[in-house]
């Protein structure tokens, strides 16, 4: 059974930093583009970054470029997302998700990503 789970959301103020990590199993890790997208409260979800689990290669979104930094453990078990310099903006329900896609070929479109995490609040107050 697949299962991607979220954890390290939480409150902070403008500025400040959370580590959110993405726990797999049930499937094959090392085969797969991950990605972490979010969706604030009326909008649609976005595509953060995603990182090559075979090369580790990234990329991430210019909306949060230079603040926020995506990784894997050595383990490619567990992906992270370093964030930085939180905005007010950066309030959302993060998702972390999985596609049998390449990255160059899942990019962040959503609907090419298989399985998806319940998500994270993160909630960044001014």
């Known amino acids: 059974q697949v299962q991607l789970v979220e954890s390290g959301g939480g409150s902070v103020q403008a500025g400040g930093s959370l580590r959110l990590s993405c726990a797999t199993s049930?499937?094959?890790?090392?085969?797969?583009?991950m990605a972490w997208f979010r969706q604030a409260p009326g909008k649609e979800r976005e595509g953060v970054a995603n990182?090559?689990?075979?090369?580790?290669?990234?990329y991430t979104a210019d909306s949060v470029k230079g603040r926020f930094t995506i990784s894997q453990d050595n383990a490619r078990t567990t992906m992270y997302l370093q964030m930085n310099s939180l905005k007010p903006e950066d309030t959302a329900m993060y998702y972390c998700?999985?596609?049998?896609?390449?990255?160059?070929?899942?990019?962040?479109?959503?609907?090419?990503?298989?399985?998806w995490g319940q998500g994270t609040q993160v909630t960044v107050s001014s």
């Open positions: 990182i090559s689990t075979r090369s580790g290669s990234t």
């Open positions: 049930g499937f094959p890790y090392s085969w797969y583009c």
């Open positions: 998700a999985a596609s049998k896609m390449s990255c160059a070929a899942a990019g962040l479109e959503q609907t090419r990503y298989n399985y």
